[in-house]
């Protein structure tokens, strides 16, 4: 059995990148544990029309429903320090925020734990475990810089949700699909949603 992998969700823009990116890591085998912060829950319905409510016990059926799954997703309260993704005895598979908003980035390189969230994330840094942050924000200041370079040389990388152009991609589905085969690719999982430099895209 392969590690479960954390995905997190925050308050930025862009919740159809996590939301893609859960999808596609269940459809790959991979189990899942999702932190949703209420900004993140918030910022997805308003982005995606959908309707994933507060109360904890609702939101895990909705949210196994609507990805037609069961047991292989966990889903944790962000308050919830008694999960097992709070502490490095838990073995995991790596950690992705997709999007993460510069708040929790700047709390996280600060060594802040106030939510699960980041102290999953600081659980991972110090293990020396995969962490990705997918940094929703433009422009960028000089203190949302600074906090980056602290955490790509904590050992996280920074993949802020760049659009490519190369595969020819002819809907907002394609652009997201490819992004969010590169996060695949950066958590070693096989995929064949990009298409690689130098390959044929497909009409």
């Known amino acids: 059995m392969k590690p479960r992998i954390i995905v997190a969700i925050t308050g930025a823009s862009g919740a159809i990148f996590g939301v893609e990116l859960v999808a596609q890591l269940l459809s790959h085998g991979r189990e899942v544990d999702l932190l949703l912060s209420d900004c993140g829950r918030q910022v997805l319905n308003f ?121 020819h991609p002819k809907s907002i589905d394609d652009l997201v699909r490819h992004f969010v085969g590169r996060l695949l690719d950066r958590l070693g999982v096989e995929n064949s949603l990009v298409t690689r430099w130098g390959e044929k895209h497909t009409d």
Not at 49 to 72: C, M, N
Not at 78 to 96: H, T
Not at 99 to 120: D, K, N, V
């Open 47 to 167: 982005e995606l029309g959908l309707h994933w409510p507060q109360e904890k016990s609702l939101l895990l059926q909705t949210v196994r429903d609507y990805f037609e799954i069961g047991e292989e997703l966990r889903l944790f309260a962000p308050d919830d320090f008694f999960a097992p993704v709070a502490s490095g005895s838990a073995l995991g598979g790596g950690m992705i925020i997709c999007p993460c908003s510069m708040g929790t980035l700047g709390r996280i390189a600060g060594g802040m734990s106030s939510s699960l969230i980041e102290r999953a994330a600081d659980v991972a840094l110090k293990e020396k475990r995969p962490l990705i942050l997918v940094a929703r924000e433009t422009p960028l200041s000089a203190i949302h810089l600074e906090n980056m370079l602290t955490l790509s040389r904590a050992g996280a990388e920074i993949v802020p949700p760049v659009p490519a152009f190369y595969h």
